[in-house]
C-alpha cells in the first residue's frame, strides 16, 4: 500500500480544499469588491442576516431601485415585442454609463413612451369613431333616401305613412292605442341615427318598440364590414339603424335607450346636399388623422429601436447590480459603522486570485483603508467544488444527481467515467446500433461552439450536455458488439474465433442456452468486481480521513463476507469454464448452506473443495457480528475519553476565547446517544449482508437487457426486413425497409439506449454507490455573474 | 493464439495508450495521475469482456446443433 502514498493526488477524486474566509471592507469599497469578486466567481458568501426580512436589510432601498428598473427594463421589451420592432444589437460603441443616469435615462424613456401609448390610443378612438360616422353617414343616407322616396307628404300625413307603413304584425294592435302625437310644431316627424353591435340590434329594436309603444320606426341597415368598436378596440359586426319618431319625450326615452345599449348615436342631417357635404368633411379628416397615426407610430418605433439596442447591455447590467446587493445585503455593519463584514468559502488555491482583485477594487474606489481578508476556523463542513471540464462535467452531474458527495469524499464519478458507458455497452452491445451513436455523438461534437451558443430544446439540451458520454457509450458499444457479434441483426461478420463469439453459433439451435449461460456468469463476474471495487474505495476514504476504526471493523469484514461468498462464486465460475466440468453451481452454492459437511459428488471442481467451503462459511459468518458490534462500544469508549478530557479543560480556563469553542460544537461532543449509533450501525450491517445478495442478482439485468436488445434485432431483421425483401414486388420492399428503419431508430436506438442508460445509472448508484459513497455534502455555488446567466436561462 | 498471448497484447496496448495520454496531454501530476486512472480503468474492463467471453468458449459444454440443413 506503500506506493499510493506516494502518488500525488489525483485530479477530480476528492473535492477541492476550501477554506473560510473573513472579508472586512470599508463602506466605500464594498461595493466594487463584491462587483469584481462577482467578475471572478470563487468565492460563495454565507448569509449573516438570514433571519432578517428583505425589508430589514442594509441596502434595501438600492434593491427596490434595481427592481423598479428590471420592471421598466421588461416594459420596454414587451412594447418592443408587440410593435414587432427588430432592432440590431449595436456593439459597445456608447460608454459604459452609471447606475444613477441609466435610472434616469429609463424613467425619462418610460414617461415618453407612456405619453406617446396614451396619445396614440387616443387618436385612434377619434379616427375609429369618424370611421363610424362615415359608415352612419353612407347607410342612414340610403334609408332617409328611401323613406323620402315614398311620396313626400306634409308633415302630419307622415304620421299616418309611419303607421301605414310594413311593420310586424305585431304592431298592428297597437295602432288602436292611437298615442297621441301632438301637431305642435316640435312634433314633426324626426330621427336618431346611430350604430349598434348587430348582436344587439333585435333587443334595441324591441326595447325602443315598447319604451315608446309603438310609436317609433326602426330601420336599419348592416354595416357590411366589421369596424373597430372605438371603446374596446376590437372588430365587431355593427348595423347602422335610424329611429324615426315624434315628440320630445320619446327622443329622451331613445337617447337614453342608446346609451344603456352602448349604441353611438351621429347626426345625420336630413338633407342629401348636407350629407354629401359631411361625408366629405369626415373623409379629409379621417385622411388627416391617418396621417397623424402614422406619423405617431412611426416616432414610436424609432424611440424603441432605439431602446432596443441598448437593452440587452442595460438588462444585464441591472441584473448585476441587483445580484450586487443583494450579496451586500449578506453582509453585517461591523461596530463603527463604517465597515461592512462578510464571511464565506473559497478554495484554496484561489486565495492568491482573490487578495489581488480586493487590492484592485481598493485602487479603483480610491479608498484609504485596504480590504482585510483572512481565514478563519468554522465548524461548518464546506461546500464540494469539483474543478470539472466540458468532459469530465456529464459524469459528474450524474453522480451529482444521486447525491453531492461530502466534503474531500472519494468521487464515483473518477470510476464512472469508464465503468458507466461501459455497463450501458455491455446491456447494448451492438456495433450496427453503435455506430449510429457514433455519428450522433460527432454530430454534436463538432458543431459545439455553435450548439453551445443556442437556446435548444430540454431534449437537444440534454443530449449536447451528454455528448461525452454518448461518444463514450458509442466506442464500448462497437467493442462489445464485435465481441458479441451482434450486428443490427443484420451482416455476419466472420470473425476470427480467438476474438468473440465463434460465428459458428449463430442460427443453431443451442445458441439460446450457451449466450444465456454465458451472459448470466458475465453479469456476475462483472458484478463482483464493481462491488469489490466500491468497498476498496471505502478502504481509501477511511484511510485518507485517518480512519483506523472504519478500517477494522467494517472495511475487512465486509471484504471478507463478500469475496467468501461471492468472491468464491465467481472463482468457481472460472474454474468450470476453465476445467469444463459439468458441475452444478446453483446446486453447490445451495448447499453449501444448507449442507455444508455433506459429499459434493459431481459437483466437485477441485480437490479439497469441500473443506474450503465449510472454511469460507465460517468466515462469512464470523464477518457479520465482526461488523456489527464492536464500532458502537469502541466509539462509546472513544467519547467518554474525549468528554472526560472536556471537563477538566472548562475547569482550567474559564475566560475562553468564546470563537474558539462555539455552543453548538459543546453540544455535538456531549450529545453522544449511544442507542443511535448502534441502530446506525446495525441498519448499516443488515443493509450490506442483505445487500450483497440482493445486489449481486441485480446485476444479472446485465444479461437480461442484452438478451432483449439482440432478440429484438434479430426480429426486426427477419420478420420485418427479410419477410420484406421475400416479396418481387418493389413497393413492397420500400415499405418494408421504411418500417425496418423507423423500427429499428425508434425502439431500438431511441427506447433501447434510453433503457440501457437508466439501468446502468441505477447500478452505479445503488450496487456501487452503496459501499462506499455518502453523499450528502452541498454544492459550492460561489457568487458569480456568469453563473446568474446561466440561471436565467 | 492462446490466453497468455491476448492478455499480453492486451497489457501492451493498455501500456501504449497510457504513454499516449502522458505525452499529448501533459497537464501536471495530479491530471496525469486522472488520465491514468480511466485509461487503465478502460483496459481492464475490455480486457475482462474479452476473457470472460473467451474463456467460456474453452471448453463448451453443449456445441452449436444446427437447425437440420
Given at each position: 500500500?506503500?506506493?499510493?502514498?506516494?502518488l500525488p493526488?489525483?485530479?477530480?477524486?476528492?473535492?477541492?480544499?476550501?477554506?473560510?474566509?473573513?472579508?472586512?471592507?470599508?463602506?466605500?469599497?464594498?461595493?466594487?469588491a463584491?462587483?469584481?469578486?462577482?467578475?471572478?466567481?470563487?468565492?460563495?458568501?454565507?448569509?449573516?442576516?438570514?433571519?432578517?426580512?428583505?425589508?430589514?436589510?442594509?441596502?434595501?432601498?438600492?434593491?427596490?431601485?434595481c427592481?423598479?428598473?428590471?420592471?421598466?427594463l421588461?416594459?420596454?421589451?414587451?412594447q418592443?415585442?408587440?410593435?414587432?420592432?427588430?432592432?440590431?444589437?449595436?456593439?459597445?460603441?456608447?460608454?459604459?454609463?452609471?447606475?444613477?443616469?441609466?435610472?434616469?435615462?429609463?424613467?425619462?424613456?418610460?414617461h415618453?413612451?407612456?405619453?406617446?401609448?396614451?396619445?396614440?390610443?387616443?387618436?385612434?378612438?377619434?379616427?375609429?369613431?369618424?370611421?363610424?360616422?362615415?359608415?352612419?353617414?353612407?347607410?342612414?343616407?340610403?334609408?332617409?333616401?328611401?323613406?323620402?322616396?315614398?311620396?313626400?307628404?306634409?308633415?302630419?300625413?307622415?304620421?299616418?305613412?309611419?303607421?301605414?307603413?310594413?311593420?310586424?304584425?305585431?304592431?298592428?294592435?297597437?295602432?288602436?292605442?292611437?298615442?297621441?302625437l301632438?301637431?305642435?310644431?316640435?312634433?314633426?316627424v324626426?330621427?336618431?341615427?346611430?350604430?349598434?353591435?348587430?348582436?344587439?340590434?333585435?333587443?334595441?329594436e324591441?326595447?325602443?318598440?315598447?319604451?315608446?309603444?309603438?310609436?317609433?320606426?326602426?330601420?336599419?341597415?348592416?354595416a357590411?364590414?366589421?369596424?373597430?368598436?372605438?371603446?374596446?378596440?376590437?372588430?365587431?359586426e355593427?348595423?347602422?339603424?335610424?329611429?324615426?319618431?315624434?315628440?320630445?319625450?320619446?327622443?329622451?326615452?331613445?337617447?337614453?335607450?342608446?346609451?344603456?345599449?352602448g349604441?353611438?348615436?351621429?347626426?345625420?342631417p336630413?338633407?342629401?346636399?348636407?350629407?354629401?357635404?359631411?361625408?366629405?368633411?369626415?373623409?379629409?379628416?379621417?385622411?388627416?388623422?391617418?396621417?397623424?397615426?402614422?406619423?405617431?407610430?412611426?416616432?414610436?418605433?424609432?424611440?424603441l429601436?432605439?431602446?432596443?439596442?441598448?437593452?440587452?447591455?442595460?438588462?444585464?447590467?441591472?441584473?448585476?447590480?441587483?445580484?450586487?446587493?443583494?450579496?451586500?445585503?449578506?453582509?453585517?455593519?461591523?461596530?463603527?459603522?463604517?465597515?461592512?463584514?462578510?464571511?464565506?468559502?473559497c478554495?484554496?488555491?484561489?486565495?492568491?486570485?482573490?487578495k489581488d482583485?480586493?487590492?484592485?477594487?481598493?485602487?479603483?474606489?480610491?479608498?484609504?483603508?485596504?480590504?482585510?481578508?483572512?481565514?478563519?476556523?468554522?465548524?461548518?463542513?464546506?461546500?464540494?467544488?469539483?474543478r470539472?471540464?466540458?468532459?469530465?462535467?456529464?459524469?459528474?452531474?450524474?453522480?451529482?444527481?444521486?447525491?453531492?458527495?461530502?466534503?474531500?469524499?472519494a468521487?464515483?464519478?473518477?470510476?464512472s467515467?469508464?465503468?458507466?458507458?461501459?455497463?450501458?455497452?455491455?446491456?447494448?452491445?451492438?456495433?450496427?446500433?453503435?455506430?449510429?451513436?457514433?455519428?450522433?455523438?460527432?454530430?454534436?461534437?463538432?458543431r459545439?461552439?455553435?450548439?453551445?451558443?443556442?437556446?435548444?430544446?430540454s431534449?437537444?439540451?440534454?443530449?449536447?450536455?451528454?455528448?461525452?458520454?454518448?461518444?463514450?457509450?458509442?466506442?464500448?458499444?462497437?467493442?462489445?458488439?464485435?465481441?458479441?457479434?451482434?450486428?443490427?441483426?443484420?451482416i455476419k461478420?466472420?470473425?476470427?474465433?480467438p476474438?468473440?463469439?465463434?460465428?459458428?453459433?449463430?442460427?443453431?439451435?443451442?445458441?439460446?442456452?450457451f449466450?444465456?449461460?454465458l451472459?448470466?456468469?458475465?453479469?456476475?463476474?462483472?458484478?463482483v468486481?464493481?462491488?469489490?471495487?466500491?468497498?476498496?474505495?471505502?478502504?481509501?476514504d477511511?484511510?485518507?480521513h485517518?480512519?483506523?476504526?472504519?478500517?477494522?471493523?467494517?472495511?475487512?469484514?465486509?471484504?471478507?463476507?463478500?469475496?467468501?461468498?461471492?468472491?468464491?462464486?465467481?472463482?468457481?465460475?472460472?474454474?468450470?469454464?476453465?476445467?469444463?466440468?459439468?458441475?452444478?453451481l446453483?446446486?453447490?452454492?445451495?448447499y453449501?448452506?444448507?449442507?455444508?459437511?455433506?459429499?459434493?459428488?459431481?459437483?466437485?471442481?477441485?480437490?479439497?473443495?469441500?473443506?474450503?467451503?465449510?472454511?469460507?462459511?465460517?468466515?462469512?459468518?464470523?464477518?457479520?457480528?465482526w461488523?456489527?458490534?464492536?464500532?458502537?462500544?469502541?466509539?462509546?469508549?472513544?467519547?467518554?475519553?474525549?468528554?472526560?478530557?472536556?471537563?477538566?479543560?472548562?475547569?482550567?480556563?474559564?475566560?475562553m476565547?468564546?470563537?474558539?469553542?462555539?455552543?453548538?460544537?459543546?453540544?455535538?461532543?456531549?450529545?453522544?446517544?449511544?442507542?443511535?449509533?448502534?441502530?446506525?450501525?446495525m441498519?448499516?450491517?443488515?443493509?450490506?449482508?442483505?445487500?450483497?445478495?440482493?445486489?449481486?442478482?441485480?446485476?444479472?439485468?446485465?444479461?437480461?437487457?442484452s438478451?432483449a436488445?439482440?432478440?429484438?434485432?434479430?426480429?426486426?431483421?427477419?420478420?420485418?426486413?427479410?419477410?420484406?425483401?421475400?416479396?418481387?414486388?418493389?413497393?413492397?420492399?420500400?415499405?418494408?425497409f421504411?418500417?425496418?428503419?423507423?423500427?429499428?431508430?425508434f425502439?431500438?436506438?431511441?427506447?433501447?439506449?434510453?433503457?440501457?442508460?437508466?439501468?446502468?445509472?441505477?447500478?452505479?448508484?445503488?450496487?456501487?454507490?452503496?459501499?462506499?459513497?455518502h453523499?450528502?455534502?452541498?454544492?459550492?455555488?460561489?457568487?458569480?455573474?456568469?453563473?446568474?446567466?446561466?440561471?436565467?436561462? | 493464439?492462446?490466453?497468455?498471448?491476448?492478455?499480453?497484447?492486451f497489457?501492451?496496448?493498455?501500456?501504449?495508450?497510457?504513454?499516449l495520454?502522458?505525452?499529448?496531454?501533459?497537464?501536471?501530476?495530479?491530471?496525469?495521475?486522472?488520465?491514468?486512472?480511466?485509461?487503465?480503468t478502460?483496459?481492464?474492463?475490455?480486457?475482462?469482456?474479452?476473457?470472460?467471453?473467451?474463456?467460456a468458449?474453452?471448453k463448451?459444454?453443449?456445441?452449436?446443433?444446427?437447425?437440420?440443413?
Amino acid at each position: 500500500m506503500g506506493v499510493f502514498d506516494r502518488l500525488p493526488p489525483m485530479d477530480h477524486l476528492r473535492s477541492e480544499k476550501m477554506c473560510f474566509v473573513q472579508l472586512i471592507m470599508p463602506a466605500e469599497s464594498a461595493r466594487l469588491a463584491v462587483t469584481y469578486l462577482g467578475e471572478l466567481g470563487l468565492v460563495q458568501f454565507k448569509d449573516l442576516n438570514e433571519d432578517k426580512s428583505p425589508f430589514q436589510r442594509i441596502f434595501v432601498n438600492q434593491v427596490k431601485r434595481c427592481a423598479e428598473m428590471t420592471r421598466k427594463l421588461r416594459f420596454f421589451s414587451d412594447q418592443i415585442n408587440k410593435a414587432g420592432v427588430k432592432s440590431s444589437v449595436r456593439p459597445a460603441l456608447q460608454p459604459d454609463i452609471d447606475l444613477e443616469e441609466l435610472e434616469a435615462k429609463l424613467g425619462e424613456h418610460e414617461h415618453d413612451l407612456l405619453e406617446m401609448n396614451t396619445n396614440s390610443e387616443k387618436l385612434l378612438q377619434t379616427y375609429n369613431e369618424l370611421l363610424e360616422f362615415k359608415l352612419v353617414l353612407s347607410k342612414a343616407g340610403g334609408i332617409l333616401a328611401s323613406s323620402h322616396n315614398h311620396a313626400t307628404p306634409p308633415e302630419r300625413e307622415l304620421d299616418e305613412h309611419i303607421y301605414n307603413k310594413e311593420m310586424d304584425d305585431g304592431n298592428a294592435y297597437l295602432l288602436e292605442e292611437g298615442v297621441h302625437l301632438g301637431t305642435t310644431d316640435n312634433s314633426g316627424v324626426k330621427f336618431v341615427s346611430g350604430i349598434i353591435l348587430k348582436s344587439k340590434a333585435l333587443a334595441f329594436e324591441r326595447m325602443l318598440f315598447r319604451a315608446t309603444r309603438g310609436n317609433m320606426f326602426f330601420n336599419q341597415a348592416p354595416a357590411g364590414e366589421p369596424v373597430t368598436d372605438p371603446i374596446s378596440g376590437e372588430e365587431v359586426e355593427k348595423t347602422v339603424f335610424v329611429v324615426f319618431f315624434s315628440g320630445d319625450q320619446a327622443k329622451a326615452k331613445i337617447l337614453k335607450i342608446c346609451n344603456s345599449f352602448g349604441a353611438s348615436c351621429y347626426p345625420v342631417p336630413e338633407e342629401m346636399v348636407k350629407q354629401r357635404q359631411f361625408f366629405r368633411e369626415v373623409s379629409a379628416r379621417l385622411s388627416d388623422l391617418e396621417v397623424t397615426l402614422d406619423a405617431g407610430i412611426q416616432h414610436r418605433n424609432k424611440a424603441l429601436e432605439s431602446v432596443g439596442s441598448q437593452l440587452w447591455r442595460w438588462t444585464i447590467m441591472v441584473k448585476k447590480e441587483k445580484a450586487v446587493y443583494d450579496t451586500l445585503n449578506m453582509l453585517n455593519f461591523d461596530v463603527t459603522k463604517k465597515c461592512l463584514v462578510g464571511e464565506g468559502w473559497c478554495p484554496i488555491f484561489a486565495i492568491s486570485q482573490i487578495k489581488d482583485v480586493l487590492q484592485r477594487a481598493t485602487l479603483h474606489s480610491n479608498s484609504q483603508v485596504g480590504i482585510i481578508f483572512h481565514e478563519m476556523d468554522t465548524i461548518d463542513s464546506p461546500p464540494t467544488y469539483f474543478r470539472t471540464d466540458k468532459f469530465t462535467n456529464a459524469f459528474q452531474e450524474i453522480v451529482d444527481a444521486y447525491g453531492i458527495a461530502r466534503y474531500e469524499e472519494a468521487n464515483p464519478a473518477v470510476y464512472s467515467v469508464i465503468t458507466f458507458p461501459f455497463l450501458f455497452a455491455v446491456m447494448f452491445g451492438d456495433w450496427g446500433h453503435g455506430i449510429c451513436l457514433l455519428l450522433g455523438a460527432f454530430v454534436l461534437i463538432l458543431r459545439e461552439k455553435k450548439l453551445s451558443s443556442q437556446k435548444l430544446g430540454s431534449f437537444m439540451e440534454m443530449a449536447f450536455g451528454g455528448r461525452y458520454v454518448i461518444l463514450l457509450m458509442a466506442l464500448f458499444s462497437i467493442y462489445c458488439g464485435l465481441i458479441d457479434a451482434h450486428t443490427a441483426g443484420l451482416i455476419k461478420v466472420r470473425d476470427p474465433y480467438p476474438f468473440g463469439v465463434d460465428p459458428s453459433w449463430r442460427g443453431s439451435r443451442s445458441e439460446l442456452p450457451f449466450l444465456n449461460s454465458l451472459k448470466m456468469k458475465m453479469s456476475i463476474l462483472m458484478g463482483v468486481s464493481q462491488m469489490n471495487l466500491g468497498i476498496v474505495l471505502s478502504y481509501f476514504d477511511a484511510k485518507f480521513h485517518g480512519n483506523a476504526l472504519d478500517i477494522r471493523y467494517q472495511f475487512i469484514p465486509q471484504m471478507i463476507f463478500l469475496n467468501s461468498l461471492f468472491g468464491y462464486l465467481a472463482l468457481l465460475i472460472l474454474i468450470k469454464w476453465c476445467s469444463g466440468s459439468k458441475a452444478d453451481l446453483y446446486h453447490v452454492m445451495i448447499y453449501m448452506f444448507l449442507d455444508p459437511a455433506g459429499d459434493l459428488g459431481e459437483n466437485q471442481l477441485f480437490w479439497g473443495q469441500k473443506e474450503l467451503q465449510i472454511l469460507l462459511l465460517l468466515m462469512a459468518i464470523v464477518a457479520v457480528p465482526w461488523m456489527l458490534f464492536p464500532k458502537p462500544f469502541i466509539l462509546r469508549k472513544l467519547h467518554k475519553e474525549r468528554f472526560q478530557g472536556h471537563t477538566y479543560r472548562f475547569l482550567g480556563t474559564s475566560e475562553m476565547d468564546p470563537d474558539s469553542e462555539p455552543d453548538s460544537a459543546r453540544s455535538r461532543h456531549d450529545n453522544f446517544n449511544f442507542t443511535e449509533v448502534f441502530v446506525h450501525q446495525m441498519i448499516h450491517s443488515i443493509e450490506f449482508v442483505l445487500g450483497a445478495v440482493s445486489n449481486t442478482a441485480s446485476y444479472l439485468r446485465l444479461w437480461a437487457l442484452s438478451l432483449a436488445h439482440s432478440e429484438l434485432s434479430t426480429v426486426f431483421y427477419e420478420k420485418l426486413l427479410l419477410l420484406a425483401w421475400g416479396y418481387d414486388s418493389l413497393v413492397v420492399k420500400l415499405v418494408g425497409f421504411i418500417v425496418f428503419a423507423f423500427a429499428t431508430a425508434f425502439i431500438l436506438l431511441m427506447m433501447e439506449s434510453l433503457s440501457a442508460f437508466l439501468h446502468a445509472l441505477r447500478l452505479h448508484w445503488v450496487e456501487f454507490m452503496s459501499k462506499f459513497y455518502h453523499g450528502d455534502g452541498y454544492k459550492f455555488k460561489p457568487f458569480s455573474f456568469a453563473l446568474l446567466a446561466d440561471d436565467e436561462d | 493464439m492462446g490466453f497468455l498471448v491476448t492478455t499480453l497484447i492486451f497489457l501492451l496496448s493498455g501500456g501504449v495508450a497510457s504513454l499516449l495520454s502522458l505525452l499529448c496531454c501533459n497537464r501536471g501530476p495530479s491530471t496525469n495521475l486522472f488520465h491514468l486512472t480511466l485509461v487503465i480503468t478502460a483496459t481492464v474492463c475490455c480486457w475482462m469482456m474479452w476473457a470472460i467471453v473467451y474463456l467460456a468458449q474453452l471448453k463448451p459444454l453443449i456445441n452449436p446443433i444446427l437447425s437440420g440443413e
